[in-house]
């Protein structure tokens, strides 16, 4: 699993979470050109974006992430406070598996991610 955001206190709890609750191994980039970095050499099972970020917004980072044959197919879970309804048609037009509002609730951020994955 790979964590893209600016914010380091976000990345850090959502790290925590995901391994403690999930149990899975958690990456983290501080932004959308470290994050295209980690996930082409890394290759993760998914993805948690964060939308607002300087310099690569969460969109332009995801329709790299597309555009790029190695990491295509690693599924993409956008982490946004943008949640008006025209954002999620936007969000749900570009193909990402998924939406998590923030903020989110960091005992049940695993079930979420596991849930919008279908994992078990």
Same mark, same amino acid.
């Given at each position: 699993?790979? @964590? =893209? &955001? %600016?914010? %380091? %206190?976000?990345? !850090?709890? #959502? *790290?925590?979470?995901?391994?403690?609750?999930?149990?899975?191994?958690?990456? $983290?980039?501080?932004?959308?050109? !470290?994050?295209?970095?980690?996930? !082409?050499?890394?290759?993760? &099972?998914? =993805?948690?974006? &964060?939308?607002?970020?300087?310099?690569? %917004?969460? =969109?332009?980072?995801?329709? !790299?992430?597309? +555009?790029?044959?190695?990491? *295509?197919?690693?599924? @993409?879970?956008?982490? $946004?406070?943008?949640?008006?309804? #025209?954002?999620?048609?936007?969000?749900?037009?570009?193909?990402? $598996? +998924?939406?998590?509002?923030?903020?989110? &609730?960091?005992? $049940?951020? +695993?079930?979420?991610? +596991? #849930?919008?994955?279908?994992?078990?």
């Amino acid at each position: 699993m790979l @964590v =893209i &955001d %600016d914010e %380091d %206190d976000i990345r !850090e709890v #959502a *790290q925590l979470c995901l391994e403690m609750f999930g149990g899975w191994q958690v990456l $983290t980039a501080s932004s959308g050109s !470290e994050g295209l970095v980690l996930a !082409e050499v890394e290759q993760p &099972d998914a =993805i948690l974006l &964060d939308v607002m970020m300087p310099d690569r %917004d969460g =969109i332009a980072t995801f329709r !790299e992430l597309q +555009a790029n044959p190695i990491t *295509q197919h690693i599924p @993409v879970i956008l982490l $946004t406070a943008k949640v008006q309804s #025209a954002d999620r048609h936007q969000f749900a037009g570009l193909g990402v $598996t +998924a939406l998590i509002t923030k903020p989110f &609730d960091p005992l $049940t951020l +695993a079930e979420q991610v +596991a #849930a919008a994955l279908g994992w078990s």
